[in-house]
């Protein structure tokens, strides 16, 4: 289980590795470079335990690559959510980078706000009830789970944080 804080508990950064010089030439049959900020971008979100946002990822590059701006980080993960190299979470108005871009769901902790990922079974079968009942043309779909991580939940306030709800739930 991979969880996102505040601070973004990481592991060392590291290269890409083998995997580089395939990355390369599937960004190049993309029309795309593998920059040294792209580079750098998906080490870090790929060498972190967590799912971190923009500004975090900004300044974990920027201490390799301190003239680098926000915006140019901003873009390449969104570039490399498109391209299937990252998962983007949305989580209310902000959005959370992820290097497990396979089908897993996620529990948020309205306590802390760290994102777990769950290594629960993905039902593809649901997407074709849901598209034989409503005549929908389903691409995929995303379960997401809230309430309390076992830190909250003994902590104080436990009660009540369990019964906030994260923006644009219902």
Avoid at 50 to 76: C, D, I, M, Q
Avoid at 160 to 169: E, F, I, N, S
Wanted: proline share 6%; aromatic share 4%; hydrophobic share 35%.
């Amino acid at each position: 289980m991979r969880t996102a804080g505040a601070r973004g508990g990481r592991r060392a950064v590291a290269g890409l590795g083998p995997a580089e010089s395939a990355l390369r030439r599937d960004l190049a049959r993309r029309g795309m470079r593998l920059t040294a900020p792209r580079r750098l971008i998906l080490t870090v979100v790929r060498g972190t335990e967590t799912h971190p946002t923009a500004e975090w990822v900004h300044a974990e590059v920027r201490k390799r690559l301190p003239r680098v701006s926000l915006g140019t980080v901003y873009r390449n993960l969104r570039i490399l959510a498109r391209q299937g190299l990252l998962a983007e979470i949305q989580q209310g108005p902000s959005a959370r980078f992820d290097a497990r871009v396979g089908r897993h769901h996620h529990f948020t902790c309205s306590g802390c706000g760290r994102i777990f990922d769950l290594d629960e079974p993905v039902d593809p079968r649901l997407d074709a009830r849901v598209a034989a009942r409503t005549g929908f043309r389903v691409s995929h779909h995303r379960v997401e789970f809230y309430g309390l991580c076992r830190t909250c939940a003994r902590g104080p306030g436990a009660r009540d944080a369990g019964r906030r709800r994260p923006p644009g739930a219902r």
